[in-house]
């Protein structure tokens, strides 16, 4: 059998295979990634090791409805603050 991955190498692999043409990222949900890493790694859980991922800048997580998005660190989209832009629209 061959050995098992690491969580990086694991969620790295699926970002890059579970996506749909045309987008850098997946639904942690909707894709599956979720099942699968439940499935993968006996029961542990996707939320702790995705952030723990994210903290450490290998990928990037975004809030999104039922879940989040995951992505490469290199590959994630601009973070824009609303808060910022709603300032920025007010003139202040």
């Known amino acids: 059998m061959p050995e098992k991955l690491s969580y990086e190498e694991f969620v790295k692999r699926a970002i890059v295979s579970l996506r749909k043409e045309g ?26 090791i995705t952030n723990r991922l994210a903290q450490e800048g290998k990928i990037v997580l975004r809030p999104v409805k039922g879940g989040v998005m995951l992505y490469l660190s290199e590959e994630a989209p601009a973070s824009s603050s609303l808060a910022d832009e709603a300032l920025r629209k007010m003139g202040l």
């Open 23 to 48: 987008y850098k990222g997946i639904h942690s949900v909707y894709s599956g990634f979720n099942s699968a890493f439940k499935k993968y790694f006996d029961g542990e859980n996707p939320v702790e």
